[in-house]
Each structure stands twice: as structure tokens, then as C-alpha cells.
Nanobody, 127 residues
């Protein structure tokens, strides 16, 4: 069964840390670009970070130096380590995978649903 599940969100105070997980089953992340998106109520969907199949990473400017994306191939999981969290990081976080070997996409880009999408994970940062 193919699944893509986000987890690890929660409520923290400003300055705290969380580690989000995007875990896949039924397909591999090894030849995929994996993106983390977020959306707060009333706001546009944002690309927060991505990791490509060759390990190249991207970070939205406002999270550079605070967030780290990584991949554990053995666990077929992509992590988003978030540190020095700010209230403006409060949002629902989603992941999506774009395999290089297929024209299918998995997960979701906020309200845009691909195949086998998860529910996202809520991050709430209080001041």
C-alpha cells in the first residue's frame, strides 16, 4: 500500500524545536525530490524546504539557519528539523514527493492533493 504520512508537529514556545517526519511506504524517496510546504490560515501556501535526489537542499529565506532538511534512506523518511521557532512559523505543514522515475506525484502541496496524500501536521508556536 502506498502512503505518505506527515508527523511530529505540536505546540511549542518561541525558541523551541520540533522535528517533522515525512514517511513513505510503497515507493522510495531515493530517486525523488521531497518538498515541505506550509500554510497558515488566510495565507498562501509556501515552499519551506526541499531535498533533491542528489542531496541538494533549498530553504525559504526566512527559515535559513533555523531549519534543516535531511533524508534517512533506511527509514524512507525525510525530516525537517526546526529550531529557534518563531510564532510566524505557525502553520499546517505538508510534504510532497516528486519521483524522477515517474510522472506521478505523492502527498500534497497544501490544498493541492496528489496521490496518497496525508493530513499534514500542525505546528503552533506561542510567543
Amino acid at each position: 500500500e502506498v502512503q505518505l504520512v506527515e508527523s511530529g508537529g505540536g505546540s511549542v514556545q518561541a525558541g523551541g524545536s520540533l522535528r517533522l517526519s515525512c514517511t513513505a511506504s510503497g515507493f522510495t524517496f531515493d530517486d525523488s525530490e521531497v518538498n515541505w510546504y506550509r500554510q497558515a490560515p488566510g495565507n498562501e501556501c509556501e515552499l519551506v524546504s526541499s531535498i533533491s535526489s542528489d542531496g541538494t537542499t533549498y530553504y525559504k529565506y526566512s527559515v535559513k539557519g533555523r531549519f534543516t532538511i535531511s533524508q534517512d534512506s533506511a527509514k524512507n523518511t525525510v525530516y525537517l528539523q526546526m529550531s529557534s521557532l518563531k510564532p510566524e512559523d505557525t502553520a499546517k505543514y505538508y510534504c510532497a514527493a516528486y519521483p524522477a522515475y515517474s510522472d506521478r506525484s505523492y502527498g500534497r502541496r497544501c490544498d493541492v492533493l496528489f496521490d496518497y496524500w496525508g493530513q499534514g501536521t500542525q505546528v503552533t508556536v506561542s510567543s
